[in-house]
């Protein structure tokens, strides 16, 4: 059997593995990810209960949102910003970049044993109501 043959035979073995694969696993994508750091921190989010300040709650009710569809997209449209996050600090608090609406929207999240706060809301999006009189 010629070099090319042999070749081509293992080229087509490793394509119809990589077919039985990808049919195997299509439900359970996420198998071949979930060891990553963005993928481990954004879990554990989407299994903890979510609790707000008032001036996030103020503005998710600006934005039109709840803290329900704000953990629902956590694994689909969110990435971790670890550079603006503190997860050594205690509470954790990680930086969340979300697509929300087509819009592109910073939550600033405090990671507890058993919830995560929402502390911080930025959004491209301008604000429909006056939620700056609840700083402090």
Same mark, same amino acid.
């Given at each position: 059997?010629?070099?090319?043959?042999?070749?081509?035979?293992?080229?087509?073995?490793? !394509? !119809?593995?990589? !077919?039985? %694969?990808?049919?195997?696993?299509?439900?359970?994508?996420?198998?071949?990810?979930?060891?990553l750091p963005e993928n481990r921190v954004l879990l554990e989010l989407s299994e903890k209960k979510i609790t707000?300040?008032?001036?996030?709650?103020? %503005? !998710?009710?600006c934005i039109g949102k709840t803290e329900k569809e704000i953990q629902d997209n956590f694994l689909t449209a969110t990435s971790?910003?670890?550079?603006?996050?503190?997860?050594?600090?205690?509470?954790?608090?990680y930086c969340l970049i979300q697509e929300i609406g087509g819009v592109k929207t910073q939550l600033m999240v405090n990671v507890l044993d058993s919830s995560v706060t929402l502390q911080e809301i930025k959004s491209e999006q301008s604000l429909k109501c006056d939620c700056q009189t609840l700083i402090k």
């Amino acid at each position: 059997m010629s070099l090319f043959k042999r070749f081509r035979s293992y080229i087509i073995g490793v !394509l !119809l593995g990589i !077919l039985m %694969v990808m049919i195997i696993f299509k439900d359970k994508a996420n198998l071949f990810t979930s060891w990553l750091p963005e993928n481990r921190v954004l879990l554990e989010l989407s299994e903890k209960k979510i609790t707000t300040t008032p001036k996030t709650a103020c %503005v !998710l009710n600006c934005i039109g949102k709840t803290e329900k569809e704000i953990q629902d997209n956590f694994l689909t449209a969110t990435s971790v910003e670890f550079s603006k996050s503190n997860p050594q600090a205690t509470p954790r608090e990680y930086c969340l970049i979300q697509e929300i609406g087509g819009v592109k929207t910073q939550l600033m999240v405090n990671v507890l044993d058993s919830s995560v706060t929402l502390q911080e809301i930025k959004s491209e999006q301008s604000l429909k109501c006056d939620c700056q009189t609840l700083i402090k």
